[in-house]
């Protein structure tokens, strides 16, 4: 599912316009996305949980010359399936 379809979803399911929905869907990806730039943990329950970690700096290797490289230490974004989200 792509975000054009998710917003279909959402406005069937909702009873909203395509307009509405995709503001809507905007709005929670910009909220999560700023709390987690912030370092705070999003928890949906039912869903699951947003958070963000530190990845320390790691020697890697370049797939074409072989050579090694030094990657960078940086943060990343992990997601935490909840009990409910179950397939």
């Known amino acids: 599912m792509n975000k054009g379809e998710l917003i279909s979803a959402i406005a069937a399911s909702a009873g909203l316009t395509k307009a ?4 809507a869907l905007n709005a929670i990806t910009a909220s999560i996305s700023k709390s987690l730039k912030k370092g ?6 039912g ?11 790691r020697t890697g290797r370049n797939p074409q010359t072989g050579k090694e490289i030094t990657i960078p230490a940086k943060k990343v974004v992990k ?6 989200l179950s397939l």
Not at 40 to 45: D, N, P, Q, S
Request: no cysteine; charged share 35%.
């Open 20 to 23: 509405d929905s995709e503001k």
């Open 40 to 45: 705070e943990r999003v928890g949906l329950v």
């Open 47 to 57: 869903f699951g949980s947003f958070s963000v970690s530190q990845r320390a700096k």
């Open 79 to 84: 997601f935490k399936p909840g009990a409910d």
